[in-house]
């Protein structure tokens, strides 16, 4: 098989795994320009590329050299000619800010994210409160920037582009930028090719507000996260605001250089949680409207007590439950939500299962009577049933802790802690353990219905 093929194999391979959009971006521009031994290499349009590529998506090539060779090669990149402006000096600087092609002149804003439909909860509660205070130009919020953290799909983009939406709708001329720090990147390397990085910073620093995305992903850019770091000391200090999100707080964020997280917390850092039962369930009946799906309370109720994780899943397994339905020409009820839930979740967590049922499965499993487990005897195999029955009630259930506590003769939170630190750290140690506790949650998990 030629180099050619070689190449065009992994790609397809590539594709299959990475968003369309992801694919165009970093793999499109490459160029396969040779075989050195067991070398591979790949022409990159800059070094940017090249740390980019490594840094997030070399398992990725050499798993897919591997499938289409069947041999461990290893990959050598090579940096294209031409791109020799990385010195901003030598480049002729433009006398006025030019039309920027190459990045994005528009907001990027998506109308869909606003205030108006983001579903007020205890975990978002204080990020929707502070990315509306914000918006008040009239006060002159004390705080700047915003960082604002969660897991994935939490609402962190849906919030930061309602802050856009919000400050266009109420702002003639305002000027506003939306990207994430993978485009910004991206402009930032385009800017470099066309020997325009002066236009590049001009523009980003002429804006009235800057709202970045997924700041994460500047790890490991060093450059990118200079430049980055320049854009943001200049409209910091001109009281320009700055909204950003991130995956983890500023202060956990690794690869990330310490002068600019420092930066980030000088502001106000506001965590986003997963929803709660109840948002959880205002959520799912708030989309179920906007589509304008009938969808009964029981259903949705069930939906959103197996859908804990984030929103993204809800909405997902609601247009799910519109494909079945269409699909199998049946109404959406709770039947159908059981199959959509269960191939959602896999094998995993189908069902919420009760404090109840699980101590009784414990006591199946261990031959250890009930009214033990749940009583104040301290002999060691009960006490350590008892604090797997414990361990098992906070991840399998919604149950907070001082009512798991209470389920074991009102012990306190804290012992319910320990319990769980306990088997956390046995299973850590003890594999074949490990092995019984998650069988043992699978089963509690997936009933047969
Ligand atoms: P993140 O950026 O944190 O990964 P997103 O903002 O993309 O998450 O949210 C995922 C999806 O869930 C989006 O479609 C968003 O509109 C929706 N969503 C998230 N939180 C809420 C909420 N509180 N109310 C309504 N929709 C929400
Ligand atoms: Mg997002």
Redesign the pocket.
């Known amino acids: 098989m030629d180099l050619t093929n070689i190449w065009q194999d992994c790609l397809s391979r590539i594709k299959d795994r990475i968003p369309a959009q992801t694919y165009q971006t970093w793999f499109e521009p490459l160029k396969v320009t040779g075989l050195v031994e067991s070398d591979i290499v790949l022409q990159v349009p800059s070094r940017f590329y090249y740390e980019w590529l490594d840094s997030h998506y070399r398992p990725l090539i050499l798993e897919s050299l591997k499938h289409a060779t069947g041999k461990d090669l290893k990959v050598r990149y090579n940096v294209a000619l031409g791109d020799t402006a990385q010195d901003e000096n030598e480049t002729p600087v433009p006398t006025e800010i030019e039309d920027p092609n190459g990045f994005s002149k528009s907001t990027q804003l998506n109308r869909r994210?606003t205030f108006e439909?983001?579903?007020e909860?205890a975990g978002?509660q204080f990020a929707r409160a502070a990315a509306l205070s914000i918006c008040d130009t009239q006060k002159k919020a004390a705080f700047n920037p915003l960082v604002m953290y969660?897991g994935?799909?939490?609402?962190?983009?849906?919030l930061l582009q309602a802050v856009g939406n919000r400050m266009m709708s109420q702002k003639a001329g305002f000027k506003i930028i939306y990207t994430t720090s993978e485009k910004f990147t991206l402009d930032f390397i385009t800017s470099i090719q066309k020997n325009r990085t002066t236009a590049f910073s001009k523009y980003f620093r002429s804006v009235d507000m800057l709202l970045v995305d997924d700041i994460q992903f500047f790890q490991r850019k060093e450059q990118t996260q200079e430049q980055f770091f320049h854009t943001f000391n200049d409209l910091f200090q001109r009281g320009k605001k700055i909204v950003m999100?991130m995956d983890k707080p500023p202060s956990e964020l690794s690869g990330l250089k310490e002068r600019l997280t420092s930066r980030f917390q000088s502001g106000l850092t506001v965590d986003i949680q997963a929803?709660d039962l109840e948002t959880r369930i205002a959520?799912l009946m708030?989309k179920a409207e906007e589509d304008k799906l009938d969808i009964p309370y029981d259903t949705t109720e069930y939906i959103a007590r197996c859908i804990k994780s984030n929103?993204?899943d809800l909405?997902g397994a609601l247009i799910r439950l519109l494909a079945y339905s269409s699909l199998r020409k049946q109404e959406i009820n709770l039947n159908l939500a059981r199959n959509v839930v269960q191939e959602i979740l896999g094998r995993q967590a189908a069902k919420t299962v009760t404090i109840d049922e699980i101590i009784k499965a414990i006591s199946r499993e261990t031959n250890i009577r009930e009214t033990l487990l749940v009583g104040k005897g301290r002999r060691k195999d009960i006490a350590r049933a008892r604090q797997l029955a414990m361990y098992l009630s906070r991840e399998l259930t919604e149950a907070s802790l001082v009512s798991i506590g209470l389920h074991f003769a009102g012990r306190d939170h804290s012992t319910v802690i320990h319990a769980c630190k306990k088997i956390e750290s046995m299973m850590r140690d003890d594999p074949v353990f490990q092995a019984k506790v998650d069988t043992l949650s699978k089963e509690l998990a997936n009933p047969v219905y």
Request: aromatic letters at 10%; proline letters at 5%; glycine letters at 20%.
């Open positions: 994210y439909n983001f579903i909860g978002n969660g994935v799909g939490l609402g962190k983009t849906h999100t929803p959520i708030r929103v993204r909405e």
